[in-house]
């Protein structure tokens, strides 16, 4: 059984920084591409960022793009989320991802619902 334990988000003020982590166990990590999304009060749960299991290939989503920052450790079973200059519109529920099949070295999806495995979620405010 796939799990995905996420690390604690927190609060923060517009303009900081926070990094969130999440392990993986149950399967071999370093086959699979990774995803981060969120979800604000009221919205629809919305693409931040993937990287490749190769690590060799990212992309963001545009609101993110040049603050935040994808990362992964395969030999730590582990993915980051570097998340910079935060505004108070970064506010959600942060949820890393993971697909059921293994992927090719430098694929990446944005879109939820290739998406098998999620974390458990964390809180992430940004204060003005």
């Known amino acids: 059984q796939v799990q995905l334990v996420q690390s604690e988000g927190g609060l923060v003020q517009a303009g900081g920084s926070l990094r969130l982590s999440c392990a993986a166990s149950?399967?071999?990590?370093?086959?699979?591409?990774m995803g981060w999304f969120r979800q604000a009060p009221g919205k629809e749960r919305e693409f931040v960022a993937c990287?490749?299991?190769?690590?060799?290939?990212?992309t963001y989503a545009d609101s993110v793009k040049g603050r935040f920052i994808i990362s992964r450790d395969n030999a730590k079973n582990t993915v980051y989320l570097q998340m910079n200059s935060l505004k108070p519109e970064d506010t959600a529920v942060y949820y890393c991802?993971?697909?059921?099949?293994?992927?090719?070295?430098?694929?990446?999806?944005?879109?939820?619902?290739?998406?098998?495995?999620w974390g458990q979620g964390t809180q992430v405010t940004v204060s003005s």
């Open positions: 149950g399967r071999t990590f370093s086959n699979y591409m």
């Open positions: 991802a993971a697909p059921k099949y293994a992927s090719s070295p430098f694929s990446l999806s944005t879109y939820s619902h290739q998406y098998t495995y």
């Open positions: 990287i490749s299991w190769s690590g060799g290939s990212t």
